[in-house]
Structure formats: C-alpha cells, structure tokens
C-alpha cells in the first residue's frame, strides 16, 4: 500500500479521497488554484502545492504542474477523481513516465474507452447495440450538419471526453445546429480541453441506467450492481438511485454480465462505469463508459458495504480485488440528491457568494454528507457549483425517500440561492415516488416543480417576529453582565411600564409583502397583533438559530438565521427569506436603468451575437457569457434594437454589471 498519493482534483472528491486515505493510514497530498487557497480540501490534506491561476486550463487540467507536484512532495500515486484529468491518455501516460502510479485504469483503456466516439466503434464491433448516431473523426461544422440532418431531429450533441452534462446540447431543428454545435464545442474546449463531438439520435422519455463495474491487474472484473440516474436537468444528473427501480434479476444479470465483458475486451482495471440508455419496452443501448469513479458511487456503496476509493487504492497498488462476484449482494435502497448553488427559478443559474450559514443533516447509518465546503467559504464562479451530496440509505425504497425527504427539511443553507426545496418536491412528486423513471421527468413535472411561490402561513411570520425578540433578549443579557451593574434592571429589555403595558412595532418584507407587526410582553412570553388577530407566543432561542417555539399553545421547531438585514426563516421543510424594515432608513428612487441588461452572476463575455445598431426579436441572443463552466445565453427581452455593448468579447463582468443597452419597440 502507499505511503502518500496526490489527489489531483479539488472540492467534494478530493475531501471524499482524503477521508478514506486517512482511515488508511495513507497520507495526503492536496493540489489547488489561486482560487482556492482557502478551500476544505486544502486544510483537509496532509501537504497541498499550489498549481496556478483560477482558471482551470492554468492549474486542475496543467498535467505538467501536477506532475511536477507530486514530484516535488515525493507522492507515489496520484488520485484523479472525476472530471478535469481523471479520463485524459496524456495524463495517464506522463504518470507512467514519471514512474508515478495513476489511480485509473491504463493508457489503453483510457484510449479504447475514455473517448466516446472510440468507445462506440469498439462496441459496435463486439455487436453492442448502440444509438444511431455519428461517431466519426471529422469535425467539421457543415459535414457535422449534414450528419444531424441524415439522424434526423431531435440530435444531441455531445462532447467526445469528459463528462458531467458540460458540452451537450439538443437540438430540435435543422436551422438551430450550427449554433449549438459552436456553443457545445467552446463549452468542452473550456472544459475537458477537447472541442471533439459526436451526434447522437436523441432519445426522449427513456431511462438512464449505469453499471458499477470494478478490475483489477490480476484479471479478474466484477460488477456491483446498477444505478438509476434518468432524473437530470441540463442533462446533469439531479437524483441517483440504486438499485434501479423495476429492475429484474435476469436483466440486471445481462446488462452486469455485457459490462463486465466490455471491461474485460480492454484490459480494464480500476472503478469504470458502463452507461445505457433503456427504453420502456426494456431495450437498451451502450452510451458510453466513464473511465473513472462516478459523481453518484456513493449509492453503491451504501447498498454493498464497499468503499469503492478504498478498493482504488488496493487495486492499483497491486492487490486481488477485495471480494469475488458471487460474494457481492444487495442490501437496501439507496438516494442520492446533489445540493448546488443555483436558481431553479431561474432556469438553474448558478448563485455565488459566501455560506454565511451551512447546517446539514446530522449523520449516521442511515444519512451521510459528502460536501467540498464548510460554513464561511465561498461558493465561486471559477469551477462547478455542487455544496454537497446528500445521500440517505433504509431498507426499501418507500423508507428511503421517506429518509430523504426528512434529510433535505433538515439542510439549512444561506448565503447563495440552492435547490433544496426543488429537490424535496422533486422527491415527493407523483412520478418519482411511483418510480415512473424517464429523463425528461422534471420537464414532465414542471407545473408541480416549478409552482407559483405561495404566500408564507400565518406560523412564518409569528416565528420570525418571536426569534428577533428572543435574539434582542439574549444580546441585552449579553451587555449587562459586561456592565459594572449587572443586576440593574434598566438592562432588561422586557417592555414593562409603570401603568399600563407598551406595545412596540416590528416590520418585515416579504417580496412586494410588508406587514407591520404589534407587540407587547408579558411574563410567559410576548402578544403578537398580526392581521388584526392577535397570538401568544414564546420560547427559546439556541445556537445557530434554533428556535424551539410556543405558538398559541402549539409547540414546534425552526431555524432563524440572520444575515444582514435578512433572516432566513427555515419552518416544515420551507425556507423564506425576509427583510428587516428599519422605518428610518431611506432607500431613494432606487431601480436600475431602463432599457439595460444586467448580467445575472459573475463571468466572462465570450461571444457577441449581435451588432450595434441591429433589430432583434424577441429571445435573441445577443451575448454568451460563461460562468462555471456553463456558457448561459443574454436574450433580447422584446423586439427592439441593440443600441450598445458596453463590454467585448473575453472581459469579465461582475453581478449586476449593465451589458446591453436595448431599446424596445
């Protein structure tokens, strides 16, 4: 076994690399951008090197300063995790040169398996069935064209390395292809280093079902079951799950057998993934194979009892797989739900900012948390947005999403927009909970995913009222036993009077809702004049926000974060965010400027797709500007004209800047 390895990636693999190696007695070495100096898994690791600049091409996919890093701190191995080099020959094969073990499989199977394209014409010869589609060397635009229009719409363009639903697009007609194909090729470029693609017939409505299969250097290949992974926005996967739902022995048995040959025709060693494409009547297709560990294999390895990164390393370090095929078996359900920064209002744009307040669920048998953050770090724009994986585990799937639904009602996030209310009513619509699995099931649900934000009840607003009262009482408290006269009770903040009782008013905004609340103490606790009704509430306040509260004789619990002048209120599963009103602060005319176009978060332009001066229609794209690795379109908001551009291609922009003056009709 190694005595050290370097983790060449960063955020939540690397912490979930460095966990293991530990336990392991395995020491640790961290890589990092500028970026992320101050990241968890920087602090986590037992050394850390720094690689570059924030961009990615700069630092995570510089094969010679990693190589260099691992050298310069003596590491024996180096862990790629998935995405930036983890499926790259090149970096394999400098490993190789360097006498560094790569924890991966070898360069021939990266070769025969890494790219897509190759991988296909691999398995079309063994007689695989695959999707109709193009798969060929030539790249060029309009001969790319003519082979989308041979398929027939709708096309999925697709990156030919890499992963993670960066560099695909659909397109669903002839005239939209030139534009997509330049989209998805800037977007792999910036990505994976490769603007190669392949087209494939899009396939709606089908499931996306993936084997878990694992060699070693002594000939022996095992596969440890399926996982469903058919929910996905942005062709990213959102929810995982295994076993898969529906699944029969004998087919589980063929597609695990089909995998596990695939592996074995290429030398395969190390954990690899082998992806089909499943139709309702239960045909399936060969997509691809992941030449690495997956985003989703925690889910394996809660339903094995297997530590996939534990089994890497003594794979590659030369020992016999840990357990024969026959010894393999199932055990339970298990969910995974990926928490990220981003807007599902907003079409899934993604939010940056500090994590002002991070609260996950407490974890154990049943509930764990891979995460890349901690409380009070920042969520940039350099690299993917993911906070964390949230993975529950019980015996079936009924008790499952039960353990997952109660998980993501006890996930507190403030500080950037995340989509954890989306995924708790992901997980309980109709569709997912009766297992009606498809890759278009959020655009199928939208009405349920998406609803109109519903006002908050009458609880929300007596909660929030009653934690800044307790929050007032605490900080008196605080003040006085500073005091040379801590006993006085001038310090209390109690609202008594001489006479008569004093009423005071608190007010908060709620969106375009502003309510001005009425209140008064007493000694078992506070009446709150809300709407004209009036309530007695009480209760105490804890660390972090925990609010344990009495409201009009019912008891419950919440969160109350306070960040600013906003207070995060998390109550049954909901989360709302408020605002103090101070009734003396003047805000001005305030607004932004009208006919402008503001960027939406922090970015680069890197493309123009208009010229001053020119009409648009409506929905046009005017700029593209990348953030996150993700390339998101500025579009006319009417018909009208462009008048300016106030930035040119490869500026940086920040959130808010104005980018396009546009004049409408």
């Not at 336990?23 to 090197?49: C, F, I, N, P, Q």
């Not at 062709?235 to 295994?242: C, F, G, I, S, T």
């Not at 154990?364 to 891979?370: L, M, P, S, T």
């Not at 964390?388 to 353990?403: C, F, G, M, P, T």
Request: glycine share 10%; proline share 5%; aromatic share 6%.
């Amino acid at each position: 076994m190694y005595n050290k390895i370097l983790i060449a990636n960063r955020g939540e693999i690397a912490c979930r690399v460095i966990k293991t190696a530990r336990r392991m007695g395995v020491k640790t070495v961290a890589v990092y951008s500028e970026a992320d100096a101050g990241a968890r898994h920087v602090r986590l690791a037992d050394e850390a090197v720094l690689i570059g600049p924030a961009a990615a091409l700069d630092s995570y996919l510089s094969i010679e300063r990693i190589i260099a890093a691992a050298k310069q701190t003596g590491a024996e191995a180096i862990h790629p995790g998935y995405g930036f080099l983890s499926e790259n020959e090149q970096f394999c094969a400098a490993c190789a040169r360097e006498g560094i073990d790569f924890i991966g499989p070898p360069v021939a199977a990266i070769q025969a398996m890494g790219s897509k394209a190759e991988a296909k014409k691999l398995m079309e010869k063994a007689g695989v069935p695959l999707t109709p589609g193009y798969h060929g060397d030539c790249q060029e635009p309009d001969y790319l064209h003519s082979q989308a229009d041979l398929i027939t719409y709708p096309v999925l363009i697709k990156a030919a390395s890499g992963g993670g639903g960066k560099g695909m697009r659909v397109v669903h007609q002839s005239h939209d292809f030139l534009e997509a194909l330049a989209s998805c090729k800037r977007e792999a470029a910036a990505s994976f280093g490769s603007d190669h693609v392949i087209l494939e017939k899009y396939l709606s409505c089908s499931r996306h079902i993936e084997i878990q299969i694992f060699g070693d250097t002594h000939g022996n290949v095992v596969y440890l079951f399926e996982r469903d992974c058919s929910v996905q926005r942005r062709h990213q996967k959102v929810l995982e799950e295994a076993p898969a739902p529906g699944m029969t022995p004998e087919r589980r048995a063929g597609m695990g057998m089909a995998a596990v040959a695939a592996a074995k025709a290429v030398g395969y060693v190390g954990a690899g993934t082998v992806e089909f494409i499943v139709l309702k009547d239960g045909i399936f297709y060969f997509m691809e194979m992941n030449t690495r560990l997956q985003v989703e294999h925690p889910v394996t390895e809660m339903i094995t009892g297997v530590d996939l990164v534990e089994w890497q390393l003594r794979v590659a370090s030369g020992e016999v797989l840990p357990l024969a095929q026959e010894q393999l078996a199932i055990n339970g359900h298990a969910l995974e739900a990926r928490i990220y920064a981003e807007d599902p209002g907003k079409g899934f744009l993604p939010s940056i900012g500090r994590l002002v307040h991070l609260s996950p669920p407490v974890e154990g048998v049943h509930v764990r948390v891979d995460s890349g953050v901690e409380e009070g770090d920042e969520i940039t724009p350099y690299y993917d947005p993911m906070i964390a994986k949230l993975i529950v585990w019980d015996q079936n799937r009924e008790r499952a999403l039960s353990r997952m639904l109660q998980a993501l009602a006890d996930y507190r996030v403030v500080g950037v927009s995340n989509n954890i209310e989306f995924l708790s009513r992901l997980v309980a619509c109709p569709s997912f909970a009766q297992a009606e699995l498809d890759t278009g099931l959020i655009e199928r649900e939208k009405n349920g995913l998406f609803p109109v934000q519903a006002a908050p009840r009458r609880e929300a607003w007596l909660i929030l009222v009653l934690a800044e009262l307790l929050r007032e009482r605490v900080l008196a408290e605080k003040l006085s036993r500073q005091h040379s006269e801590p006993a006085s009770p001038w310090h209390l903040r109690d609202g008594w009077r001489l006479n008569a009782p004093a009423r005071r008013t608190l007010s908060f905004r709620l969106g375009e809702v502003q309510k001005i609340l009425q209140i008064a103490g007493r000694s078992d606790g506070f009446d709150i004049l809300l709407d004209g009704v009036q309530s007695i509430v009480n209760g105490n306040l804890k660390e972090h926000g925990q609010l344990f509260a009495e409201l009009d004789g019912v008891r419950s619990t919440a969160t109350v974060v306070v960040a600013g002048e906003r207070r995060h209120v998390f109550f049954q599963g909901r989360t709302w965010q408020f605002c103090a009103v101070d009734p003396l602060h003047y805000s001005g005319a305030g607004g932004g400027a009208e006919g402008s176009l503001l960027a939406p978060m922090p970015g680069t332009v890197i493309a123009l797709m208009a010229v001053e001066g020119a009409r648009v229609e409506k929905g046009a794209p005017l700029l593209i500007l990348e953030a996150m690795k993700m390339e998101h379109a500025i579009t006319a908001p009417a018909n009208g004209t462009v008048k300016k551009f106030y930035y040119c291609v490869g500026d940086q922009v920040g959130d808010g800047d104005e980018l396009v003056e546009f004049e409408g009709e």
